[in-house]
C-alpha cells in the first residue's frame, strides 16, 4: 500500500542552499533557496482546502449577508514529474458545503449520511471520481482533463446542473486550484526577497475576487522556510 503524505508539507518540497562569495573580513553568509513545487512519482498526497465566504450584497437598498464555507479534501496521486511540471491524478475525498443566506441556509456533508434529502445530494456523486491537472514547477495549474465527465455524471435537474456547470468550468476550475497552488518563484531567492503571485476567481456566482499577494522569504532553517504573505483584495460585481 502506498504512503499518503499530507500535502502541506509542500510548501518547501524542493529546495537547496547556495551562498554567495563570502567577504574574508566577513563570517557573514548570504543563503538562498529554490523554491518549486516537485511532488515525487509515484506517491499520494492528501490536500485539504477550506474557504470562508462573508458577502454582504445591497440589492434596491436592502442589504443581505450571505454566509458560505467549502471543504475539499483530495487525494494527489503523482502520476509524472520532472523538470517541466507534474501530471497529477485528483480524486475527491470528502466535500462539505455551508451556505447561509436570509432565504434559508443549504448545507451538505459527504462525512454524514443524514443529507441524502437535501439541495446538493448530488455533490456526493463526485466523491471518489477522478481528473488529471497539469502543474508547472511554480505550481500553476495549465490543464485539467475529466472536470466534465464528473460533472455531467452527477445528475439532479437542470438548474443544479447549470450550476455546477458554471462552478466547476474548466477556467473556473483551474483558477480555482491555481489560488491555491500557484505560489512558487521557481527561482533562488535570498531571505528578505520577494515575488508577487496574482489570482481572480469568482465569490458565490455573484462577484468577482482579484488578489494580488506579495510572498516574502523571513528565514531558513535546513529544511524549513518561513515565507510571510500580504494580499490586497478587490472585489467587483460580475458583469452581465
Known amino acids: 500500500m502506498k504512503k499518503i503524505t499530507p500535502l502541506l508539507a509542500f510548501i518547501l518540497v524542493n529546495c537547496y542552499t547556495t551562498f554567495a562569495k563570502e567577504d574574508p573580513n566577513s563570517t557573514r553568509v548570504q543563503q538562498s533557496v529554490l523554491l518549486k513545487m516537485n511532488l515525487e512519482k509515484g506517491l499520494k498526497y492528501n490536500f485539504a482546502t477550506n474557504t470562508s465566504q462573508s458577502i454582504v450584497q445591497e440589492v434596491m437598498g436592502n442589504k443581505m449577508n450571505i454566509k458560505q464555507h467549502t471543504s475539499i479534501d ?4 503523482v502520476v509524472e514529474s520532472n523538470g517541466q511540471g507534474m501530471l497529477i491524478k485528483t480524486t475527491y475525498q ?24 437535501g439541495p446538493l445530494k448530488n455533490i456526493g456523486n463526485m466523491v471518489g471520481k477522478s481528473f488529471t491537472m497539469h502543474v508547472s514547477p511554480e505550481g500553476e495549474v495549465t490543464q485539467v482533463n475529466g472536470m466534465q465527465q464528473i460533472v455531467s455524471s452527477i445528475g439532479g435537474d437542470a438548474a443544479t446542473k447549470q450550476l455546477l456547470k458554471q462552478q466547476f468550468s474548466d477556467s473556473a476550475f483551474i483558477n480555482m486550484m491555481n489560488m491555491a497552488l500557484n505560489i512558487y518563484p521557481n527561482k533562488e531567492m535570498k531571505i528578505g526577497e520577494s515575488w508577487q503571485k496574482n489570482s481572480s476567481a469568482e465569490m458565490a456566482g455573484m462577484m468577482k475576487m482579484n488578489t494580488q499577494n506579495t510572498y516574502t522569504l523571513k528565514s531558513l532553517e535546513k529544511d524549513n522556510a518561513t515565507i510571510a504573505v500580504q494580499s490586497n483584495i478587490d472585489l467587483l460585481p460580475l458583469s452581465n
Not at 483530495?74 to 496521486?77: A, G, N, V
Not at 466535500?95 to 443524514?114: R, V
Open 94 to 117: 470528502n466535500i462539505l458545503i455551508d451556505t447561509q443566506t436570509p432565504q434559508g441556509n443549504i448545507a451538505y456533508d459527504s462525512k454524514k449520511k443524514d443529507n441524502t434529502d
Open 74 to 77: 483530495y487525494i494527489y496521486e
